[in-house]
């Protein structure tokens, strides 16, 4: 039996990444999830698991050395699952030291921690170890508005303090399978969408703001271009790499499924409208009326595109989920979950949102 220690996994892509790790090999794995419960993280996404005896729940920070070196020595683990990281680009304009900490300082801690634990007397590994470090294509940079795409070989570009840290947090990871023949992967994903996405992110602030009859922020023209992907096809892809990636190797996940921000918003409210009863009194409030045009992020970035073609070559990965099924499965899934929306946007959430919407 394999035991995996994911880090992360109250977060959004990691609560989607243990529920699917769960439904495919049920009582066949073990996993150890550590999360340090920051405004991102929800044990609420995690219920349906949390009385399995082969799951476990630390709350720890990553960057908390101690923490992180018992679990090692407490267990022997198969494989880290990397997820824990501050995600948000916005509030990386406005904090970014936090960023660092976390997603760099925090990365190193669990490097060392894992190489400690793993490493032979004699030099080398233990056999069958991995650790996968789960970064972002937005270290790339920006792609032109007319064409071209992120290969693994394309090169590092990183603009705003979350992508920067997230480029060093990769470089470190390199760094280690250059210097000391760590056992390691990195994927380099695109934008994820899908259920419980915590709503200070594009997808499901719309459908938020659209059910409670809320202004919808667009950043900019509404222009720019991101490359969507249904976050269980990430899961997917995560576990896939985990198993047939070799070692030391990069590999680029996307969901050949570019659209602008407007067309999202746009797509989100015709999805609504098709979706809500006509019963349903939010449903006259879901009209393109609500959009509204605001000022840009800073340094936003113009475009991201996925070339994944070496995951579909090497691991046999690709892309399921058509973007027109998976948001329907999202809106759903935010329709029965009214309550998880209740909950993540009371609080600090109202005072992070007054401060970055508040001109609008
Ligand atoms: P998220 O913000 O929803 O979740 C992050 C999780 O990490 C939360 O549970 C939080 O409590 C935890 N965390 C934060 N700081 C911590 C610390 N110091 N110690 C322990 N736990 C800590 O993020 P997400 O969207 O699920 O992203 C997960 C990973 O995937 C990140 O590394 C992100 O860079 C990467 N990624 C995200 C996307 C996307 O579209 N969301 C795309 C590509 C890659
Ligand atoms: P986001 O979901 O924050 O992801 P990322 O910045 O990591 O790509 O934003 C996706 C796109 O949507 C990005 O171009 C910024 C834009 N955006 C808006 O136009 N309005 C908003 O309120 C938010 C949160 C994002």
Redesign the pocket.
């Known amino acids: 039996m394999k035991t995996y220690l994911v ?8 609560s989607n990444f243990i529920h699917y790790m769960f439904e495919k090999y049920d009582k066949d794995i073990r996993i150890i999830n ?5 405004y ?3 044990l609420e996404n995690l219920k349906e698991v949390s009385s399995r005896d082969n799951y476990t729940f630390v709350k ?4 908390d050395k101690d923490a992180i070196s018992k679990i090692f020595e407490e267990n022997d683990i198969d494989h880290v699952v ?7 680009v916005d509030r990386s304009i406005r904090n970014p030291e936090v960023f660092v ?2 997603n760099v300082l ?1 990365t190193a801690v669990m490097l060392n921690c894992a190489k400690a634990s793993w490493e032979l007397e004699g030099g080398g590994f233990k056999e069958g170890k991995k650790f996968l470090h ?4 937005e270290v790339y940079g920006s792609l032109p508005e007319d064409g071209g795409y992120f290969y693994e070989t394309s090169p590092y570009e990183p603009h705003s303090p979350y992508s920067a840290s ?1 480029a060093s947090s990769d470089m470190l990871v390199k760094a280690y399978m250059d210097t000391y023949k760590f056992p390691a992967n990195i994927t380099n ?4 969408y899908g259920p419980y ?2 709503p200070e ?1 594009l997808i499901p602030l719309i459908i938020n703001n659209a059910l409670n009859g809320k202004k919808l922020p667009v950043y900019g023209d509404g222009k720019n271009v991101r490359d969507w992907l249904y976050v269980r096809d990430h899961a997917k892809a995560i576990d896939m790499v985990i198993q047939k990636g070799r070692l030391f190797e990069t590999y680029n996940v996307g969901g050949h499924n570019e659209k602008q921000n407007i067309e999202i918003v746009n797509i989100i409210l015709e999805t609504l409208q098709e979706m809500l009863p006509d019963s349903d009194p939010r449903k006259a409030n879901v009209t393109k009326d609500l959009i509204t045009y605001v000022e840009d992020r800073k340094g936003h970035d113009r475009r991201y595109a996925i070339a994944p073609d070496k995951i579909k070559a090497e691991v046999g990965w690709e892309p399921e989920t058509m973007f027109k099924e998976g948001i329907r499965l999202t809106i759903k899934w935010y329709f029965e979950h009214e309550d998880w929306m209740k909950n993540v946007t009371s609080g600090d959430y109202q005072n992070y949102y007054r401060t970055m919407y508040e001109a609008s």
């Open positions: 880090t992360g996994g109250a977060g959004f892509i990691g550590v999360d340090a419960l920051t991102a993280g929800n720890a920070d990553i960057c990397h997820f824990a990281a501050e995600s948000h900490q976390t925090g789960v970064s972002t294509d997230k994903c695109s934008n994820n996405q915590f992110k």
